[in-house]
């Protein structure tokens, strides 16, 4: 079992519509939880972050945790062609400044 | 405020050479964390710094090994390249240990030939 998994997609959706993007993860130690999009060519940008149970909003993202179920998602609100990325879901255990990713989940909006 | 530098941003080199890798976090921030980027295997964890110690590190040979400067600036080397090396090789930068979010520089694309 990874200890991060996304489904590798690609998930298409139309502009203007909400892409739900999960992922899962298997140490319950883990407690901070990160949202990285990466252009093709780019690196990883930080987009969002959650470390407690429940929604975090900022701006057209949402953060969702739910550690009991071991499970954390990005909610795309709206989506823009320019949110086509690959979106890297990575957890980090307290103390440790070690990031376990996911391979990725590609999103493709499309005008 | 200046991100993360990383350079060089490409570098060719040959099997059996070493190459040199270099970081300089965000102004501030005393934690740098190595990873190493390939299509197949995705995001892989190298090594961190903090405090010019080495804290924690992934799981990759002998070969691969880094230093922390004072200043918080970090390198990291490669030896005996194979090509199996070749890949995108980003730095992390973070204001401490722990729960803390990580920013990432725009990677070096390393390519053994």
């Known amino acids: 079992q990874k200890e991060v998994e996304q489904n590798s997609g690609p998930l298409s959706v139309p502009e203007g519509a909400i892409a739900s993007l999960n992922c899962t993860y298997s140490?319950?130690?883990?407690?901070?939880f990160f949202w990285y999009r990466q252009y093709s060519g780019k690196s990883p940008e930080l987009i969002m972050f959650?470390?407690?149970?429940g929604d975090k909003e900022d701006g057209r993202f949402t953060a969702q945790l739910n550690k009991a179920s071991q499970y954390v998602s990005l909610l795309i609100r709206d989506s823009q062609p320019s949110d086509s990325a690959t979106y890297l879901c990575?957890?980090?255990?307290?103390?440790?400044?070690?990031?376990?990713f996911g391979t990725g989940t590609r999103l493709l909006v499309s005008p | 405020k200046a991100g993360v530098t990383q350079t060089p941003r490409y570098l060719i080199k040959t099997r059996g050479q070493q190459v040199t890798l270099s970081c300089s976090p965000i102004?501030?921030?005393?934690?740098v964390s190595w990873y190493q980027q390939t299509p197949g295997q995705g995001l892989q964890f190298l090594f961190e710094?903090?405090?010019?110690?080495?804290?924690n590190k992934g799981n990759f040979p002998g070969r691969f090994s880094g230093r922390q400067f004072s200043n918080s600036r970090s390198e990291m080397n490669v030896s005996t390249l194979e090509l199996g090396d070749s890949a995108l090789y980003l730095c992390?930068?973070?204001?401490?240990?722990?729960?803390?979010?990580?920013?990432f520089g725009q990677g070096t694309r390393l390519t053994v030939v």
């Open positions: 992390a930068s973070s204001l401490d240990r722990g729960q803390t979010e990580a920013f």
């Open positions: 140490d319950r130690g883990s407690q901070s």
């Open positions: 959650i470390y407690s149970n």
């Open positions: 990575a957890v980090n255990r307290p103390g440790f400044q070690k990031l376990v």
């Open positions: 102004s501030g921030h005393r934690s």
């Open positions: 710094y903090f405090s010019e110690t080495q804290r």
